[in-house]
């Protein structure tokens, strides 16, 4: 029975636009293309879409390091970005950047609609103020001894010795990161929204099904606290938008990077015009909007972006997907340790597809970080994708090119089985649309552990030696590339680039899920070509050793 079509539109969010893609990123990015094309291979109408976070002090500030513009620095990142992307087989409808006409327009749109509102509020603040750069310091400029233990060269915020939160002002001889030089205070106007006028609203969202059972209870003790007014607004200078009526101030960049994907959407849908905006927007909307999002951002996501949202008459997000942090070798990425990896970095050792498959295999439906142990994760590639999974195909071809002229047999010896991983399908399925993609590549394994006993038990390389067994022979191949198509069905959001081997191989039309339900048969396929190679343990050692000299 076809399933009905649903229409789906999915981010991820937006990197920032100041430095490379690492594999941090790359965690949420792979489960974000793997869950879509699941969902495309299932005949849904899906969009993936994304683009680079582009604006705030940092980029104002690595563009002056680097002697350029903020324009021509967010546009050589984004560039990068893409390139990595495409090779990490990320397919997404646009990566587009929040600085664009389009996000302009919706951001002042947005706040002119609560400013109508009433959510809009203007006071007077006091903040640290750099003498010597004429600036305001975000906290991150701001560094000092800790006012609890006394660590020298602690950030405004946080102590990263003993855990202390605490406010600029009490940091001990504080100092400007950009120029050394003792900050003072200076008021300044700004902007603030009222999120406290969406209590009511956001307790009944936070509660709706829309986020994950630990996000929803971390969230009830912001409203135990209370909900204060978010400020909204920077000084100049600011790399930003300037907010409408003013010159010298800007929208706080945590206001239009949510915005982005709102931007990036109606720059596709102006590039491919049977794509309609407001169907996906509009407060009425029937289509699913689905944020991926790493967890140091769930605050912004949860409680700030749907009262944007609601308040502007915008539909909210049907849910929010919150992952975990990663880990390389059981330590935080660290650029001293040589556990900080590019994106790019790994591309130069290693197939893409290998990481995919081990993200993957670790990841749930929880918040729980992952980590990526090196040498487990040679292993593991190694033993499943080589091992098990390709060799099923390997092993069998060879009899039919040999023996059968490339031609699969008319039946299969054991429909029965055939059936069996094919029904499996449906709860991988589940699996996969739940997020379970750990259990999903459980499932995956055990089926090639079992279509691998299969072969052993039938021993092809024994049988062909008597002339009377060659029919069976050639079923018990047909049978093998067959359990080994419903395996690559499974398994092509993962490897999408192996998939397409795969389909030249069995000359095949590109596989989709309802293909499980029907064996191929007396058809003729090309000749086998290698599909995956081990990793050795010299790839492991020279990615270690590059990250080392590249830090």
């Given amino acids: 029975m076809q399933t009905k079509i649903r229409d789906i539109l ?10 490379s893609l690492h594999l941090g990123h790359m965690v949420g990015l792979i489960q974000t293309d793997i869950w879509v094309r699941f969902l495309k291979m299932q ?50 409808e646009n990566y587009h950047t929040t600085h664009s006409p389009e996000n302009k327009t919706l951001v002042d749109a947005i706040f002119l609609s609560h400013q109508k509102k009433g959510n809009i509020n203007r006071r007077t603040i006091k903040q640290a103020y750099d ?13 000092g001894e800790c006012p609890r233990c006394g660590a020298k060269d602690q950030y405004g915020d946080n102590c990263e010795v003993c855990g202390a939160t605490y406010t600029t002002t009490e940091l001990k001889n504080p100092y400007s990161t950009l120029s050394g030089a003792k900050p003072i205070e200076k008021e ?65 960049v945590w206001l239009d990077a949510p915005v982005g994907y709102l931007a990036s959407f109606k720059n596709y849908c102006e590039k491919n015009p049977k794509v309609d905006f407001d169907f996906f927007w509009n407060k009425n909307s029937k289509a699913e909007l689905y944020h991926f999002i790493g967890k140091d951002i769930i605050y912004f996501h949860s409680l700030f972006w749907p009262a944007i949202l609601e308040g502007a008459d915008f539909r909210t997000p049907t849910a929010i997907f919150t992952h975990g942090f990663l880990t390389i070798d059981g330590q935080k990425m660290s650029k001293s340790r040589g556990t900080f990896i590019k994106a790019r970095t790994y591309l130069e050792q290693l197939s ?9 295999s670790k990841l749930s439906d929880k918040i729980e970080d992952i980590d ?32 059968f002229d490339n031609t699969l047999s008319k039946h299969l010896p054991e429909p029965e089985l055939f059936k069996e991983f094919a029904l499996a399908g449906k709860d991988i399925a589940n699996k996969l649309e739940q997020r379970e993609f750990s259990q999903a590549v ?31 022979v050639h079923e018990i191949c047909t049978m093998a590339i067959n359990l080994f198509r419903l395996l690559m069905i499974y398994l092509k959001p993962l490897l999408p680039a192996t998939a397409e081997k795969v389909e030249i191989f069995l000359n095949i039309a590109p596989l989709t899920w309802i293909d499980k339900d029907k064996p191929l048969l007396n058809h003729k396929i090309n000749t086998f070509q290698p599909l ?8 492991i050692d020279a990615l270690k050793s590059t990250t080392h000299e590249t830090t």
């Fill in 10 to 19: 999915v981010t991820y969010a937006l990197p920032y636009a100041n430095g």
């Fill in 43 to 92: 005949g849904h109408r899906c969009f993936y879409i994304c683009g680079c976070d582009s604006h705030g002090t940092p980029i104002m500030i690595q563009a002056e390091k680097t002697q350029t513009t903020p324009e021509i620095l967010i546009q050589t990142i984004r560039t990068e970005h893409q390139h990595d992307l495409h090779d990490f087989l990320i397919h997404m």
């Fill in 131 to 143: 003498p010597e750069k004429n600036m305001f310091l975000p906290d991150r400029y701001i560094k």
């Fill in 188 to 252: 300044s106007e700004h902007y603030f929204f009222k999120l406290q006028n969406y209590t009511e609203f956001l307790k009944k969202w936070t509660h709706a099904g829309h986020l994950q059972a630990e996000v929803s209870n971390k969230l009830d003790e912001w409203f135990k606290s209370g909900l204060e007014e978010w400020d909204i607004s920077r000084d100049a200078p600011y790399f930003g938008f300037t907010i409408p009526g003013e010159t010298q101030k800007y929208f706080y």
């Fill in 352 to 360: 893409p597809e290998y990481l995919r498959y081990y993200i993957a």
């Fill in 372 to 403: 990526i142990n090196l040498d487990d994760f040679m292993l593991r590639v190694n033993a499943d994708l080589v091992g098990k999974f390709v060799n099923i195909a390997s092993r069998s071809a060879s009899f039919l090119q040999k023996y």
């Fill in 442 to 472: 459980r499932q995956i394994m055990t089926l090639a552990d079992r279509a691998n006993q299969y072969i052993d038990e039938k021993k092809p390389w024994s049988a062909i030696k008597d002339p009377s067994q060659q029919k069976n």
């Fill in 532 to 539: 995956a190679m081990r990793i050795d343990k010299k790839q």
